[in-house]
């Protein structure tokens, strides 16, 4: 990697806070249609036309392409902002922008026209672990003979998607993990996103038969996670030099923020209606016990929040350095990131038990926050268990047991 000069390492202030501005003012709009968004189980056409007004879908697009390139802490801000309206719309924000990165960085220049110089908008989204995966090397590229992935955050709004894939060579011999890139047109969406929480990113599972993905579009993953990337054409701008793992695991965290945050907002908003009943206390708010909840609560999120930011602005700075993030310094990311997660999740569910028994009902606020903040504490890459193992293995001189670091 060479480094990157001082002028084009500072990002766009400006820029940066006209799209936290711009994603803030949508919070009426999207809470007024977030019922409706969950139930429809995918983003509405007029959310997809707000979020692209506002340039919210393209935050990691080459700028040669159009695109800011926004810095890790500018994604950070917008999407926590997006949560405290509605999580569907912050994860698949978070998921179409950090799909995209993947569509830029992890490929070379004749990708980057396929999918960002076309006419249709380069939204990207995406799944690295398939659930079945048969593919042949053929001349000039692979066929996926048959395949199937699950969780595709963002597919009914995507023009493209990245999908992992075995690399085998002619005799069918793994030779390394990999990614295609795909046009929406040759997968078929099965629609069996059916759940409790986050039901609005539609990630529903996709199936492919019988497509020919050239070699201009196959990443490796293993290349990926080392930083070895095949995209010197963007090496003029810090967002695409950013440290893979971190990159990919730090955003699932950001809409969780923004749930933390729309608890505490929610709660203190209700507070003043509510009593504690079969108890000397006519108004919750005068009680004791609440203010030790809520000041925990409120120490929690804003904990979380410094640890993703101390991260987001440590990746920023490293990719405009130049330099590579080191292994310990990817492997700390992604045990903060799972603490950050375990932080929110404790903040949503104090609170959320604080609410009492109205927490039972579909229309308390409250009970779509707490069931969204569960989902998403419960993806693999942020379950703070496997994360705090993880980093715990490297601290005592052992393997990490996993590739993704």
């Given at each position: 990697?060479?480094?990157?000069?001082p002028?084009?390492?500072?990002?766009d202030?400006?820029?940066?806070?006209?799209?936290?501005?711009?994603?803030?003012?949508l919070?009426?709009t999207?809470?007024?249609?977030?019922?409706d968004?969950?139930?429809?189980?995918?983003?509405?056409?007029?959310?997809?036309?707000?979020?692209?007004?506002?340039?919210?879908?393209?935050?990691?697009?080459?700028r040669?392409?159009?695109?800011p390139?926004?810095?890790?802490?500018t994604?950070?801000?917008?999407v926590?902002?997006?949560?405290?309206?509605?999580?569907?719309?912050?994860?698949?924000?978070?998921?179409t922008?950090v799909?995209?990165w993947?569509?830029?960085?992890?490929?070379?220049?004749?990708?980057?026209?396929?999918?960002?110089?076309?006419?249709?908008?380069?939204?990207?989204?995406?799944?690295?672990?398939?659930?079945?995966?048969?593919?042949?090397?053929?001349?000039?590229?692979?066929?996926?003979?048959?395949?199937?992935?699950?969780?595709?955050?963002?597919?009914?709004?995507?023009?493209?998607?990245?999908?992992?894939?075995?690399?085998?060579?002619?005799?069918g011999?793994?030779?390394?993990?990999?990614?295609?890139?795909?046009?929406?047109?040759?997968?078929?969406?099965?629609?069996?996103?059916?759940?409790?929480?986050i039901?609005?990113?539609?990630?529903?599972?996709?199936?492919?038969?019988n497509?020919?993905?050239?070699?201009?579009?196959?990443?490796?993953?293993?290349?990926?996670?080392?930083?070895?990337?095949?995209?010197?054409?963007?090496?003029?701008?810090?967002?695409f030099?950013?440290?893979c793992?971190?990159?990919?695991?730090?955003?699932?965290?950001?809409?969780?923020?923004?749930?933390?945050?729309?608890?505490?907002?929610?709660?203190?908003?209700?507070l003043p209606?509510?009593?504690?009943?079969?108890?000397?206390?006519?108004?919750?708010?005068e009680?004791?016990i609440?203010?030790?909840?809520?000041?925990?609560?409120?120490?929690?999120i804003?904990?979380?929040?410094?640890?993703?930011?101390?991260?987001?602005?440590?990746?920023?700075?490293?990719?405009?350095?130049?330099?590579?993030?080191?292994?310990?310094?990817?492997?700390k990311?992604?045990?903060?990131?799972?603490?950050a997660?375990?932080?929110?999740?404790?903040?949503?569910?104090m609170?959320?038990?604080?609410?009492?028994?109205?927490?039972a009902?579909?229309?308390?606020?409250?009970?779509?926050?707490?069931?969204?903040?569960?989902?998403?504490?419960?993806?693999?890459?942020?379950?703070?268990?496997?994360?705090?193992?993880?980093?715990?293995?490297?601290?005592?001189?052992?393997?990490p047991?996993?590739?993704?670091?």
């Amino acid at each position: 990697m060479n480094a990157i000069s001082p002028a084009d390492a500072v990002p766009d202030a400006d820029k940066s806070i006209a799209l936290q501005d711009y994603a803030r003012s949508l919070i009426p709009t999207l809470k007024a249609r977030a019922k409706d968004t969950a139930a429809l189980g995918r983003l509405p056409a007029e959310t997809i036309a707000d979020l692209e007004a506002g340039g919210l879908l393209s935050m990691t697009t080459p700028r040669q392409f159009g695109g800011p390139a926004v810095s890790v802490r500018t994604f950070l801000n917008v999407v926590a902002e997006l949560g405290r309206a509605d999580a569907g719309v912050a994860w698949v924000t978070a998921l179409t922008n950090v799909t995209t990165w993947c569509a830029a960085t992890f490929f070379g220049a004749q990708a980057a026209e396929e999918v960002f110089g076309g006419s249709k908008p380069a939204r990207v989204t995406g799944v690295l672990s398939p659930r079945k995966a048969v593919v042949k090397k053929v001349e000039g590229g692979y066929l996926i003979e048959e395949g199937l992935w699950g969780f595709n955050s963002g597919i009914y709004h995507a023009t493209w998607d990245m999908l992992g894939i075995p690399l085998v060579d002619a005799n069918g011999k793994l030779v390394d993990q990999g990614v295609a890139l795909i046009p929406v047109e040759q997968i078929e969406i099965l629609n069996d996103w059916n759940v409790i929480g986050i039901s609005g990113s539609g990630s529903s599972s996709i199936s492919v038969k019988n497509v020919f993905v050239p070699d201009s579009r196959i990443g490796s993953v293993t290349k990926a996670i080392v930083g070895d990337y095949p995209s010197s054409h963007l090496a003029d701008q810090p967002l695409f030099q950013t440290a893979c793992m971190p990159m990919l695991s730090i955003i699932l965290a950001f809409p969780a923020l923004g749930l933390g945050v729309a608890a505490l907002e929610t709660f203190l908003e209700t507070l003043p209606r509510r009593s504690i009943q079969y108890s000397w206390y006519d108004k919750q708010s005068e009680a004791p016990i609440t203010h030790l909840q809520v000041g925990e609560a409120s120490a929690k999120i804003d904990a979380a929040r410094t640890l993703l930011e101390h991260h987001a602005d440590a990746m920023d700075a490293s990719a405009a350095s130049g330099v590579y993030m080191d292994f310990n310094a990817r492997a700390k990311v992604r045990r903060d990131v799972g603490y950050a997660e375990k932080l929110i999740w404790e903040a949503v569910d104090m609170l959320a038990s604080a609410s009492g028994g109205s927490l039972a009902s579909t229309h308390n606020p409250m009970t779509k926050i707490w069931q969204d903040a569960r989902i998403a504490s419960l993806h693999g890459i942020v379950t703070p268990n496997t994360n705090f193992e993880t980093y715990g293995r490297i601290l005592c001189g052992m393997s990490p047991g996993t590739p993704f670091i």
